[in-house]
């Protein structure tokens, strides 16, 4: 049985991808972009299968309009896929305040009323699933990323919260969490001037990494997005779905050590009780 789908950030990357997959198949998609005819081609191919939608994810009176014209063109909404997003790329104190308004605005605020708009409609039509793309920077941190990983790692949690608040709703929630993947995403990051003073750092390391070509990346984007439908086709979706064995890695690693850490705090964390 085909489904319908919501997917933001549409354009390009994972979500054109998703797009063009879910089609081919069968499904109906209502996909928002930035970028005008960025679907033209998918437009004229499918036809009325896919509806188009200009959205700006730091506008949320459009958020709010767009997804009451997605239902109200489509009906029922199968699968939310929360996935438009980009990257500002600098040290935090590189970084221009202007830079930071619009990257928490667009990746964190934008996904958070996304989802707060579509909750009315899928608990009225009995259920739904909403996938959320995050990253493996959702629970791991890299120099340089800093305000990326702010939005990343406050959706896991705006998410942690609210996949408890609608589960009696019968909505499930997929935390995606891709590492580095063939997309993309590093030609539509915002670079911060740099500073010469982050050049020996860990910072600079990466700038220099990113500059060259030679930061690591071995996700396969089309797999990703294999991955992914399976998930939200799947009877019991995974809450979160790490991809790409770096990203497996460096989130098992880093949890890890996290707990680690923690178990030797366990009797100063228990002194600070109340006596009783």
């Not at 934008?110 to 579509?118: E, H, K, M």
């Not at 995403?185 to 500059?211: E, L």
């Not at 990203?247 to 050590?257: K, M």
């Amino acid at each position: 049985m085909s489904k319908s789908w919501l997917i933001t950030g549409a354009s390009s990357g994972l979500g054109r991808i998703m797009t063009e997959d879910l089609l081919e198949r069968g499904d109906k998609v209502v996909a928002t972009i930035r970028r005008k005819d960025a679907l033209t081609d998918l437009e004229r191919e499918y036809g009325d299968r896919l509806i188009v939608m200009m959205l700006e994810m730091t506008d949320t009176v459009a958020i709010r309009s767009a997804v009451a014209g997605a239902f109200g063109h489509v009906g029922r909404i199968d699968v939310v896929v929360s996935n438009a997003g980009y990257g500002v790329f600098g040290a935090a104190e590189e970084v221009a305040d202007a830079d930071i308004d619009r990257q928490i605005a667009t990746n964190l605020t934008g996904s958070i009323q996304l989802i707060r708009a579509v909750l009315p409609y899928l608990r009225q039509q009995g259920g739904g699933r909403i996938m959320q793309v995050s990253s493996e920077g959702g629970q791991i941190a890299y120099p340089n990323f800093s305000l990326y990983h702010t939005t990343k790692w406050g959706i896991e949690g705006f998410i942690e919260s609210v996949a408890q608040e609608v589960a009696p709703f019968r909505i499930d929630c997929i935390i995606v969490e891709p590492g580095p993947t063939g997309t993309n995403f590093a030609a539509g990051m915002v670079h911060a001037a740099p500073m010469a003073v982050y050049d020996d750092t860990p910072a600079g390391a990466v700038r220099k990494a990113i500059d060259a070509g030679t930061f690591p990346i071995n996700g396969d984007a089309r797999r990703t997005v294999a991955a992914m439908i399976a998930a939200a086709d799947s009877e019991k979706p995974p809450f979160r779905l790490p991809l790409g064995s770096k990203a497996y890695d460096n989130i098992t690693r880093e949890l890890a050590s996290r707990l680690t850490s923690i178990e030797t705090q366990r009797d100063v964390a228990y002194s600070a009780d109340g006596k009783r």
